[in-house]
């Protein structure tokens, strides 16, 4: 079946540090990507996807690239803010007509000032 | 402001009693879906509808039930509830058309669930 690895947290970094949260899947075809990000008391909202390999997806300055020799799509940002602050999941949809999605475990980032 | 209403936010549960979370959206998205969200485990899956009148088991449904009967409600029940269904319960929505990102769902804002 499918399924997605993510880096154990949690994560705590200094303000301007740069940021890789690990990812990797494994699925049949070719999945779509996905980052989603959980602020405090909030439900998840997409950060940014990728849908085919070697696509780039980005938004508020984090990037992620669809690799898919090494079934991965790493988190980076070259520079955490304190708002950054939240927990970050790994997600895939399966190639056909499946809608849902399948998630890691979740990565808890932490940026002190 | 458009979204997903879930309810209650929080409750406290006796083992064996009956719960229905509710999960209502505006956005007139065809797929929902409901997610439990537990420490070191992420988000599993626990029941989807593609579209109104139809229903679907995930990855962890046992002990839960769903029903759509039209295309904004979709409550979750637990029809005898246990500890281990302690949890973090999320719905979530999802369409597909012109404009809209393929796998992009729309989360609640998660109704926690305590059973003692």
């Known amino acids: 079946g499918n399924s997605v690895t993510q880096m154990e947290g949690p994560v705590t970094l200094s303000e301007e540090a740069f940021l890789t949260i690990n990812c990797t899947y494994t699925?049949?075809?070719?999945?779509?990507l996905f980052w989603y990000v959980q602020y405090p008391g909030e439900g998840l909202q997409l950060l940014l996807k990728a849908t085919k390999a070697d696509d780039k997806g980005s938004n508020k300055g984090f990037e992620a690239t669809y690799r898919k020799e090494t079934t991965s799509f790493h988190l980076e940002k070259g520079s955490v803010q304190v708002s950054d602050s939240a927990v970050y999941f790994c997600a895939l949809r399966a190639s056909g007509s499946a809608r849902q999605l399948t998630f890691g475990s979740g990565t808890q980032l932490t940026v002190l000032p | 402001i458009a979204g997903i209403t879930q309810a209650p936010t929080s409750q406290i549960l006796a083992a064996g009693r009956r719960m229905t979370l509710r999960c209502t959206q505006d956005m007139r998205h065809n797929a929902m879906y409901w997610y439990r969200q537990d420490l070191g485990l992420g988000l599993r899956l626990i029941h989807y509808s593609n579209t109104a009148g139809t229903t679907g088991k995930g990855e962890v449904p046992d002990g839960y039930s769903v029903s759509r009967a039209n295309t904004d409600d979709f409550p979750l029940t637990l029809a005898s509830a246990v500890p281990s269904q302690t949890s973090v319960y999320f719905c979530?929505?999802?369409?597909?058309?012109?404009?809209?990102?393929?796998?992009?769902?729309?989360f609640g804002e998660g109704s926690r669930l305590t059973v003692l």
């Open positions: 699925a049949t075809g070719y999945p779509s």
């Open positions: 979530a929505s999802s369409a597909t058309g012109t404009g809209m990102v393929p796998g992009e769902l729309f």
